[in-house]
């Protein structure tokens, strides 16, 4: 069965610092990975995905993410963080021709100035 | 810039009373997500439809919960009777399947449900 592992359940940083969070997935085939945030009493907002190709992939905001099937890991990541990005991040897996998600029980993200 | 509307954003209520709450997908989408989260369970699907057909409810308690689309332009989810631990988020998220919909779905800003 699929399933998305998020270790961290509170991160804090500085502004200006860089960031990871971290996303561990298991599934049998080929995942499809997605980053969304949600910020306080708004709903989720997708950050990037990931389907297939370069292992590295942008998103809006200044994130990034690389996938690393060898460690079924799909950390984001940010160089300098911002105080807006104070928010919830969750990781999700889907598979392809499929319309369901598994989210992560999602990362919350502090940035203290 | 197209949105998934949801109403009410909040609703506090009473054990027992029923709760309906509404979903407008965006235009053009065929494909209806309702999700509920909570601080223990996280984010959890409760139902989806595509073309107004439900494909999966599994996730949804059914001996109080439903969820209808009575158009496209319009998914409800009701809960009879409510208990304090339906009190949670609940979001409606619309997507198009194309290529497919797990590519693509849209989050409204949820419904805010407490239930005394």
Redesign the interface.
């Known amino acids: 069965a699929q399933s998305v592992t998020q270790p961290d359940i509170h991160i804090t940083v500085s502004e200006g610092a860089s960031l990871e969070l971290r996303c561990n997935y298991s599934y049998g085939a080929t995942p ?1 990975l ?1 980053w ?1 945030v949600q910020s306080p ?6 950050l990037l ?1 990931y ?1 297939s190709g370069d292992t590295l992939v942008q998103g809006i905001k200044g994130f990034e993410a690389e996938f690393k099937r060898s460690q079924s890991s799909f950390n984001l990541r940010k160089p300098s963080v911002h105080w807006s990005d104070a928010a919830e991040y ?1 990781c999700a897996v ?8 598994i ?4 990362t919350r993200l502090q940035v203290f100035p | 810039d197209a949105r998934v509307t949801q109403t009410p954003r909040h609703k506090v209520t009473e054990m027992g009373q029923e709760v309906t709450m509404r979903c407008q997908p965006i235009l053009g989408h065929n494909t209806v997500f309702w999700y509920r989260q909570t601080m223990m369970q996280g984010l959890e699907l409760l139902a989806y439809f595509r073309n107004r057909a439900p494909l999966d409810d599994s996730g949804m308690p059914k001996d109080r919960f439903s969820a209808e689309m009575p158009d496209a332009t319009l998914a409800t989810l009701k809960i009879q009777p409510s208990e304090p631990r339906d009190s949670a988020v609940y979001f409606c998220a619309s997507g198009s399947p194309s290529p497919f919909t797990a590519e693509s779905q849209y989050f409204g800003p949820g419904t805010r449900l407490t239930v005394l």
């Open positions: 499809y997605f969304y009493g708004q709903g989720l907002q997708l995905k389907f969750f889907g598979a392809y021709n499929t319309d369901k998600l989210f992560g029980t999602g």
